[in-house]
């Protein structure tokens, strides 16, 4: 069985970073592409940002030039380092990881509030 653990929510003042990491674990074969969606209140969820297994990054427009996605291959973890947030990047983030052997699977979410 396969579980994926977040941690690195939290409330933070407007300016400030946070990092949020992604750890799966159990019977897991090999991993393809990793990535960090986002949900706030009202509103669908989106795409923050995504590697693949090469470590080609990409990321929402939103976001761009403050957060960074990494990955280490050996932890089967996935980090997500936000610099310089704002109140807008307030939401429930999510990891999404899809498995080489058992497809796609989501993390339970994790709160980032960011105080104005």
């Known amino acids: 069985q396969v579980q994926l653990v977040e941690s690195g929510g939290g409330l933070v003042q407007a300016g400030g970073s946070l990092r949020l990491s992604c750890a799966a674990s159990g019977s897991i074969f090999s991993i393809n592409t990793m990535a960090w969606y986002r949900q706030a209140p009202g509103k669908q969820r989106e795409l923050v940002a995504g590697?693949?297994?090469?470590?080609?990054?990409s990321y929402a427009d939103s976001v761009k030039g403050r957060f960074t996605i990494s990955r280490d291959n050996a932890k089967n973890t996935m980090y997500l380092q936000m610099n310089s947030l704002k109140p807008e990047d307030t939401a429930v983030y999510y990891c999404?990881?899809?498995?080489?052997?058992?497809?796609?699977?989501w993390g339970q979410g994790t709160q980032v509030t960011v105080s104005s």
């Open positions: 590697v693949t297994s090469a470590g080609r990054t």
């Open positions: 999404n990881v899809l498995f080489t052997r058992i497809g796609n699977m």
